[in-house]
């Protein structure tokens, strides 16, 4: 056994010398750059599930906002068309009334759960003055505005990841009564 | 032994101090840092586990609430009762049942079931439905599901 440096041998095998300090430093900034490399892919997993929960509350405040609309529309279409004219709003309790009830508040809303903004749209259709179908645009010759239809759109709009998401619900609403 | 000096003896080939405890920190820092690493990873997995459970059990609520409520005939509400053609929602023992069965998953603890009326008209329902949950596993886990439901119009009335 040789005693003058850290080395020795043993049977037949090959001589072993012990890491240098640089070689130990060597391994761990390698084994640094690996996990660097493995770390943005954990974390944008992690993210994405984040991504998930704010899909899903959209959903839920998507849905909040066409049943009100739909609930004012199918109560009593008359003070819905007068109280409501084609615009912009956002549903809303009224505590005014006893018991509270829905209405609906001119504009648009922001800051829903610290996130997402939500606008519930009424607008008019136009239909063909021969099919009845809807027309989309324009509402030129041959068709008319149907004052016993609207259309009502739901839509949220959120922040993610620097980028802008939306989601959109439509449903059009008749006064069956007449 | 007793043959080799004593200056040879102290020279041999063992690891130095400086080296061990360079060695041992160069060692304890790698661990530290793999350690705390998998903490997290395992930290992240069980609260994304539960954020799972609860978005489960929301998914389920929300879909159960809403088809039983927007297509009933007879809607019924009293506190946190909800009676859609016979069909009894209630909260009881921390779960919420459906005529006695439980709706909502294993692992959620359900707070609160609160039914508000916030209809325009008494002929058409409008509910708000909060729904307060934990997590039975990591009770400081919570969340909350606030869902509106309005009841459709099935029948028409020609005048």
């Known amino acids: 056994m040789k005693r003058n440096k850290i080395s020795w041998k043993k049977g037949g095998e090959k001589s072993h010398r012990a890491f240098t300090l640089i ?20 974390s944008w997993l ?45 549903p809303a ?31 008019p259709v136009c ?9 989309a645009g324009e509402c030129g010759s041959g068709s008319v505005w149907d004052s016993a239809s609207k259309l009502l759109t739901v839509s949220i709009k959120w922040q993610e990841n620097q980028s802008d998401k939306e989601i959109n619900s439509t449903l059009l609403v008749t006064d069956f009564s007449r | 032994m007793k043959n080799i000096p004593v200056r040879e003896r102290f020279t041999s080939n063992g ?10 920190s160069l060692s304890s820092m790698v661990f530290i840092l793999v350690g705390s690493f998998m903490a997290f990873l395992i930290n992240r997995n069980s609260r994304s586990e539960t954020t799972e459970l609860f978005e489960q059990a929301k998914n389920d ?22 009676v859609a053609d016979g ?42 439905i909060r729904i307060e949950m934990q997590s039975t596993q990591h009770p400081l886990s ?11 119009l099935t029948e028409v009335q020609s005048e």
């Open chain 1, 127 to 135: 239909r063909d003055g021969a099919t009845g179908g809807i027309v």
């Open chain 2, 87 to 128: 069909v009894n929602y209630t909260l009881a023992d921390g779960r919420i049942i459906k005529n006695g069965q439980p709706i909502v998953p294993d692992g959620v603890t359900i707070n609160s079931f609160e039914v508000t009326d916030y209809s325009v008209t008494s002929d058409l329902y409008s509910l708000q």
């Open chain 2, 61 to 82: 609520l929300v879909q159960e609430m809403s088809n039983s409520i927007k297509w009933a005939k007879n809607l019924s509400i009293s506190g946190n009762h909800v």
């Open chain 2, 142 to 152: 919570k969340d909350e599901l606030k869902l509106v439901v309005s009841q459709r």
């Open chain 1, 23 to 42: 070689e130990v430093l060597v391994a761990m900034a390698v084994m640094l750059i690996v996990v660097a490399t493995i770390l943005p892919t954990v």
């Open chain 1, 93 to 123: 309790v009224d505590v005014t009334t006893e018991p509270n009830m829905w209405t609906l508040v001119f504009g648009p809303e922001s800051g829903l759960e610290a996130r997402f903004e939500r606008q519930v749209s009424v607008s």
């Open chain 1, 46 to 90: 992690i993210s994405r599930s984040a991504y998930l929960k704010y899909d899903a509350q959209a959903g839920v405040l998507l849905q909040e906002g066409m049943e009100v609309a739909y609930n004012l529309a199918a109560a009593d279409w008359d003070n819905f068309t007068t109280s409501f004219p084609d615009g912009v709003y956002h």
């Open chain 2, 15 to 24: 690891f130095t101090l400086i080296e061990l405890l360079v060695a041992i």
